[in-house]
T-cell receptor, first 114, second 118 residues
């Protein structure tokens, strides 16, 4: 069964500082990997996704993530955070075929301090 | 493109009543839609997978008679919470998979529906 671990429940960073959110997955084949962001009371917005090819993927809002198969990781990064980045971030893994469901991590809440 | 809407965005109902939540894919056709439930400060828990024209597949522990799912068209799925009770209060989110996405398992999410049962 597939699973996702986000080891950091809550991260606080200063505005303008760099950010890295960790995500580790467990899946028996090549996974599809996603990062979503959720603002309070809102749905999920896709930041970026990895299906195949270049292991460094660029997303919206200046985010990027790197797929490392050897470490089963898909960490999300941003070189300089903005106050508007404060939100909940979810990593998810899915199969690369059919209508397989997504499995979400428990999320990381990001707080930005001025 | 790839917009999913939900209606209503917020609903308050009395205990024992039924509530219907609609999920629509606005600019694409979705053979598969997914219903999630999210408790405060927690992750999304998949409730069921809804396939157009067939019965939904429920996750373990989800009562199919309580959470009725209908996916009557390629752009609409509905979740009906029957005989709602306060413990059903939650944030319900749907997602839809674009039928033209081929092997890509990308889901597009709706904005969610906040259900409060008094």
């Amino acid at each position: 069964a597939q699973s996702v671990t986000q080891p950091d429940i809550h991260i606080t960073v200063s505005e303008g500082a760099s950010l890295e959110l960790r995500c580790n997955y467990s899946y028996g084949a090549t996974p599809y990997l996603f990062w979503y962001v959720q603002s309070p009371g809102q749905g999920l917005q896709l930041l970026l996704k990895y299906f195949s090819g270049d292991t460094l993927v660029q997303g919206i809002k200046g985010f990027e993530a790197e797929f490392k198969r050897s470490q089963s990781s898909f960490n999300l990064r941003k070189p300089s955070v903005h106050w508007s980045d404060a939100a909940e971030y979810f990593c998810a893994v899915g199969a690369n075929f059919g209508n397989e469901k997504l499995t979400f991590g428990t999320g990381t809440r990001l707080t930005i301090i001025p | 493109g790839a917009v999913v809407s939900q209606h209503p965005s917020r609903v308050i109902c009395k205990s024992g009543t039924s509530v219907k939540i609609e999920c629509r894919s606005l600019d694409f056709q979705a053979t598969t839609m997914f219903w999630y439930r999210q408790f405060p400060k927690q992750s999304l828990m998949l409730m069921a997978t809804s396939n157009e024209g067939s019965k939904a597949t429920y996750e373990q522990g989800v009562e199919k008679d309580k959470f009725l799912i209908n996916h009557a068209s390629l752009t609409l799925s509905t979740l009906t919470v029957t005989s709602a009770h306060p413990e059903d209060s939650s944030f319900y989110i749907c997602s839809a998979r674009d039928r033209t996405s081929g092997g890509a398992n990308e889901q597009f999410f709706g904005p969610g529906t906040r259900l409060t049962v008094l």
